[in-house]
């Protein structure tokens, strides 16, 4: 899931000046499993905001994602009066989020009111762990399905470096060095050969923003 | 076989060859390479440049590698792979072949989190593997994207280990990999615990490359400390420590430092003996940065005087 943090409440309460009347925005994806924008966030942000004199209208959240169109059209479809009354609105979810607000809203503000971090696991709640950079070129079948790209620091395709040492990466003593992760799990499955040999200069060009897949009925599996 | 540079003749011809570094100014001062290559070009063989170490800038190393010629002396141009992407590394490798610069040292470069800039944005569009073989590339004749050259940079290739890196047969691995990438030399990391090494260089030596292995004089308990503590892939043994203390206990002040450091130089001559020992290793590398004023005594008290011409 994308991972992420409520932006300080001095930051946000700064971005809304000269707003008074304000729509909260949260989603039972990402945002209620980054406990940024769950309805339990959603009114929490609303006390905070009235303690802070402003007049939170109502919430719109989304069930699933503010990402997904047709859950965002649905969920605002029979708020529209209450999204006109507004100054404006504050998106408890990620800065995909933000944008989806601010296209089909676009006669007021959106206002982000997290940071979006990375694509992360959340092996329990309240931790998150960055797992995949999206690279557009996964590589997860040849090192042991260990992410070189994001769980090394430097991302290296031939690792690891000169400042691996006791199984611990050089950036960070307590964070396991990913390529002594992707060499023990590569030896117990009896495939070394995989990093033994060069790995060349990687086409980067995937990575390039803004990136689109676009989808036609027959490309699908073909 | 043509040698395109001293050090590759050195090597070849099997001398034990000594190569010492500079570290660039933090700054604009071209005065200060140059003194400092007077300081030791006589003691050794060729003077390696460091590239932004730890991400604290210095000056460029291709202009310092310029100044080293200038005051006479065989330049090593390092090469981080930290900051560059590929245009600018092929652009940067025309640069250095111009000015002179023959010989080239490949490193992945320590992460800029650990050096004075951590708020930069990182490059890492390649490691030091991809980056020799970026530069092998081009002796060939073409760019990256098969145009032809207008002028064919030659290089001597190097890279280098760490023996004390793990695990460590992914490491002789990778040593392995940068000579298949074209890397001829060597230099390691600071040696002080032996046996590593000696472990290390069983693995290497089939590999028929080159090795310098690497020194670094310690000038008290202090810096070794820092240096295990904040130097990635520096492993100084905790006896060495209290024997640099043990050094100096009872004295205080200048008189203090002056028998550390000067325990320091002892011990950077008995790994110096140690290192000439083993087999495939092929010279030395000393890093003074900040004291260059020990490699003399250092080349000189080892018996590495005079240089071979
Ligand atoms: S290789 Fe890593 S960054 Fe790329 S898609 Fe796979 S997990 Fe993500
Ligand atoms: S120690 Fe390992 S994880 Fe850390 S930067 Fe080096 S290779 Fe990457």
Not at chain 2, 104 to 129: C, M, N, Q, R, W
């Amino acid at each position: 899931m994308i991972a992420m943090e409520l932006k300080p409440i001095k930051e946000i309460l700064q971005m809304l000046e000269g707003y008074e009347k304000i729509v909260l925005f949260g989603d039972s994806g990402c945002a209620q499993m980054c406990d940024v924008g769950g309805i339990l966030q959603l009114e929490d942000m609303e006390e905070l905001l009235s303690s802070h004199g402003k007049i939170v209208l109502g919430y719109v959240f989304v069930e699933g994602g503010i990402c997904d169109g047709n859950a965002f059209k649905l969920s605002v479809a029979n708020k529209m009066h209450m999204l006109e009354e507004a100054d404006a609105y504050l998106v408890q979810a990620c800065g995909v989020a933000t944008q989806v607000v601010t296209e089909a809203l676009p006669a007021k503000e959106a206002f982000p009111a997290t940071n979006t971090q990375f694509l992360g696991s959340m092996p329990e709640r309240f931790m998150h762990y960055e797992k995949c950079s999206m690279c557009g070129d996964c590589v997860l079948h040849l090192t042991g399905g260990i992410c070189p790209i994001t769980r090394c620091p430097k991302g290296l395709l031939n690792g690891p470096c000169g400042g691996a040492m006791n199984g611990k990466c050089e950036v960070n003593p307590e964070q396991d060095c990913a390529w002594q992760l992707i060499y023990d799990r590569l030896k117990a499955l009896g495939k070394l050969d995989n990093i033994r040999k060069i790995w060349d200069l990687r086409d980067w060009s995937p990575t390039h923003k803004p990136r689109k897949i676009e989808v036609t009925g027959d490309s699908m599996m073909s | 076989m043509l040698t395109l540079t001293r050090l590759q003749e050195l090597l070849e011809r099997g001398e034990f060859v000594v190569t010492a570094e500079v570290g660039p100014p933090h700054g604009s001062d071209s005065r200060m390479v140059i003194t400092k290559t007077d300081l030791m070009k006589e003691h050794c063989d060729a003077i390696n440049i460091t590239d932004n170490v730890r991400g604290i800038p210095t000056m460029d190393s291709s202009v310092c590698s310029h100044l080293v010629i200038q005051a006479g002396a065989e330049p090593v141009m390092h090469i981080s792979a930290r900051d560059r992407n590929r245009i600018q590394l092929e652009s940067a490798l025309y640069g250095a072949h111009a000015l002179g610069v023959r010989n080239l040292l490949f490193v992945t470069g320590d992460h800029s989190l650990l050096g004075t800039h951590p708020e930069a944005k990182l490059v890492y569009d390649f490691d030091s593997i991809q980056a020799l073989q970026i530069a092998r590339h081009l002796m060939s004749g073409t760019d990256l994207s098969g145009q032809k050259l207008e002028g064919i940079p030659e290089f001597y290739l190097g890279s280098t280990f760490n023996p004390y890196a793990d695990p460590i047969e992914l490491q002789i691995w990778r040593v392995e990999k940068k000579r298949d990438s074209g890397a001829r030399f060597f230099q390691t990391q600071a040696i002080y615990e032996i046996s590593r090494f000696e472990e290390f260089m069983d693995g290497v030596r089939p590999l028929g490359v080159h090795v310098l292995a690497g020194v670094i004089p310690l000038k008290g308990p202090k810096m070794a400390r820092f240096m295990n503590r904040r130097i990635p892939g520096i492993a100084i043994p905790e006896e060495m420590i209290s024997r640099l203390e043990r050094a100096g206990s009872g004295l205080t002040g200048d008189a203090r430092r002056k028998a550390m450091k000067d325990e320091g130089v002892e011990i950077a001559l008995e790994t110096i003996e140690a290192v000439r020992s083993i087999n495939g290793v092929n010279g030395i590398h000393i890093m003074a940065v900040g004291w260059e004023e020990v490699v003399p005594e250092l080349v000189e008290r080892a018996g590495l005087l005079p240089r071979p011409r």
